[in-house]
């Protein structure tokens, strides 16, 4: 930046020696003033023409200087970090940790917070259950009063064994809370959140200049068990932190192209509930069933019947989702077990529908061991899990409104899509408040190379899902779309 105004002013004087000086234009002074003559000459310059000299010169470097730190962009800024956001993503995906177990990003979230001038705070929170360690991050960017914006990242992986065969695939096993021996894998893409979340910290960090206020970093644990949000405010979020005027989440979408941002106004995740059934039998010999009561059997047609929930109880105009998605039960193949355990989630909308497929489970399990010949003292248990609960996520209309205003201006109309609710569940939606009295939004940017999307369309193949063990995005235009939606989201709100 110098050396530009120095060759200019170099420029300026080889050419005004040039012409002689003859012609010294009215009200520009001229470059070197000395005599009396109405063109000087450098040779007799009196201490006071110097400052007159310097005094403009010094302006004009200052205002290349300042024109050059006005051109720092969320865009430019997102460019400047991505290669070292690519490396801290490629670590963390090779290193994923299980929900209430993520020490280790923690750790590194807070040291790229502290980098980022932020006044951090590591083992935050406090779970329901007494047993599990909380591992959340608030890193706190004040610069002078102004709004309160809380920014929001996950931190947990899943119980996935890894099938993307990227060079730097999780190889992780590590033990679950029941002990067992469980691949890992950051198959929901919080390993993109993280470095999005770091990058969007040191770009707001380098554009003070543009927004006022306070920022609070949330680096949240065990958003895959629906209990990290809640463990976060039950530790005192808001009052030690201070309630922000608005909150922002962000997620990677699976069935988006990476470089658009998509979201939905009002209602975009369902309520979620996870429930524990065991079915009782009576054990034995399986060649001799007819001594004994299957719950495997039993277990087989009480899933069966619980699909007629949602087809045949349940409003259609009502989404509902009914998932076994575990089942377990027996050791040998001779051997009829005791038991059967199931593992459910159950999405929905409506508070009708879900306190009726609540109802519904228990009833249709209950009434099925009653038809095999069970007394009712072998029942099956249903347990609902409230230490697991998700609220549905709401989305302000008016503040969602204003943000795709702001990401069209900045990204472009065709790259910024509304898309329609899904019966994923976030946890993100606890910081809105039961009442949503803190205006919320929880968008989306896209992650899947545009070719792949085409193919699929194409040929009807579906593209893997968030949850897969084939989820791999696409990281560079992933990562980056991600930095410029939050950083022009926060300083909208935060503008001065």
């Not at 024109?67 to 993503?89: C, F, K, V």
């Not at 083992?123 to 329901?128: E, L, R």
């Not at 193949?333 to 009726?356: C, F, G, Q, W």
Request: overall charge neutral; some cysteine.
């Amino acid at each position: 930046m110098k050396v530009r105004v120095v060759a200019k002013i170099k420029s300026a004087t080889a050419r005004d020696t040039k012409l002689g000086m003859t012609n010294c234009r009215a009200g520009v002074p001229p470059a070197f003033p000395g005599n009396r003559s109405s063109c000087p000459t450098a040779a007799s310059h009196s201490s006071s023409d110097m400052k007159n000299v310097m005094l403009p010169a010094v302006c004009l470097w200052l205002g290349f200087a300042v024109s050059g730190l006005a051109q720092q962009t969320p865009q430019s800024l997102a460019d400047a970090e991505l290669p070292s956001l690519l490396t801290i993503y490629k670590d963390v995906h090779s290193h994923p940790e299980l929900s209430a177990h993520e020490e280790r990003t923690a750790a590194l979230v807070a040291k790229e917070l502290r980098a980022a001038g932020c006044d951090v705070t590591e083992h935050f929170g406090t779970y329901d259950d007494p047993k599990l360690k909380a591992y959340g991050v608030i890193g706190v960017m004040k610069n002078g009063d102004g709004p309160t914006v809380l920014v929001r990242t996950d931190l947990d992986a899943l119980p996935v064994q890894e099938d993307t065969g990227l060079p730097y695939a999780s190889k992780v096993v590590a033990k679950n809370d029941e002990g067992k021996d469980v691949p890992v894998m950051h198959a929901c893409g919080h390993d993109v959140h993280v470095a999005a979340f770091i990058g969007t910290a040191r770009a707001l960090a380098k554009l003070k200049d543009q927004w006022h206020g306070t920022i609070v970093f949330v680096g949240q644990p065990a958003e895959e068990m629906g209990c990290g949000a809640r463990a976060l405010l039950k530790a005192g979020l808001y009052d030690r932190f201070g309630k922000p005027a608005f909150a922002l989440g962000f997620h990677d979408k699976a069935d988006v192209q990476a470089g658009h941002i998509a979201v939905t106004e009002g209602y975009t995740s369902a309520n979620v509930d996870s429930l524990d059934v065991t079915v009782r039998g009576v054990g034995g010999h399986g060649a001799y069933p007819h001594k004994i009561k299957d719950p495997i059997v039993l277990s087989a047609e009480i899933i069966n019947a619980w699909q007629t929930i949602a087809s045949r109880e349940n409003n259609p105009l009502d989404p509902l989702v009914v998932t076994v998605g575990a089942i377990h039960g027996g050791t040998k193949r001779n051997i009829i077990p005791d038991e059967v355990k199931m593992h459910l989630t159950v999405r929905s909308y409506k508070k009708e529908a879900r306190d009726r497929a609540l109802a519904a489970i228990e009833r249709i399990a209950r009434e099925m061991a009653a038809a095999a010949g069970l007394p009712p003292e072998l029942a099956p248990i249903v347990t609902v899990r409230k230490d697991e609960v998700c609220p549905a996520m709401y989305n302000n209309p008016e503040l969602t409104k204003r943000l795709v205003a702001v990401w069209k201006k900045t990204l472009g109309d065709d790259n910024v899509e509304i898309v329609d609710p899904t019966m994923g569940g976030e946890d993100f939606s606890e910081y809105g408040l039961p009442n949503h009295s803190i205006p919320s939004v929880n968008f989306h940017f896209g992650a899947v190379d545009p070719a792949k999307i085409a193919e699929s369309k194409k040929t009807g193949k579906e593209l893997p899902s968030l949850h897969s063990s084939k989820f791999a995005p696409v990281p560079e235009p992933t990562i980056r779309t991600a930095i410029i939606g939050m950083t022009v989201a926060v300083l909208d709100l935060m503008k001065k």
